[in-house]
């Protein structure tokens, strides 16, 4: 069994992280809420674009994070298919 990886973050960045995702976490709940009361379906697309567009934001400054930290400590320690996992981490957050 493969032991369980961490990553440290600074205590900024984990707080930036934290409310980035808290204010995503506010706008998924506010999508629900116009699904509910039946606003109207163009309005509803406009929101969950602007939730997908925060999410991105969050995966693109963790994806930075990775490439800057997790990869190049990795890669120095002679882990080159650490550079597989990025191929398959890039794919997923394409999607």
């Given at each position: 069994?493969?032991?369980e990886?961490?990553t440290?973050?600074?205590?900024k960045?984990k707080a930036?992280l934290?409310s980035?995702?808290k ?8 999508v ?6 039946d606003v109207y379906?163009?309005?509803i ?5 602007a939730v ?5 934001a ?6 930075e994070k990775h490439?800057?930290g997790c990869?190049v ?12 996992e ?8 394409l999607k």
């Open positions: 069994m493969e032991a990886r961490k440290f973050r600074d205590d960045m930036d934290i980035r995702l204010k995503v976490e506010g706008q998924v709940k506010g629900s809420r116009m699904v509910d009361e379906c163009d309005d697309i406009h929101q969950i674009s997908q567009a925060a999410l991105d969050v995966g693109k400054q963790v994806l490439l800057r990869l400590d990795r890669i120095q320690a002679g882990e080159i298919e650490v550079v597989d990025l191929l398959v981490t890039i794919k997923a957050l």
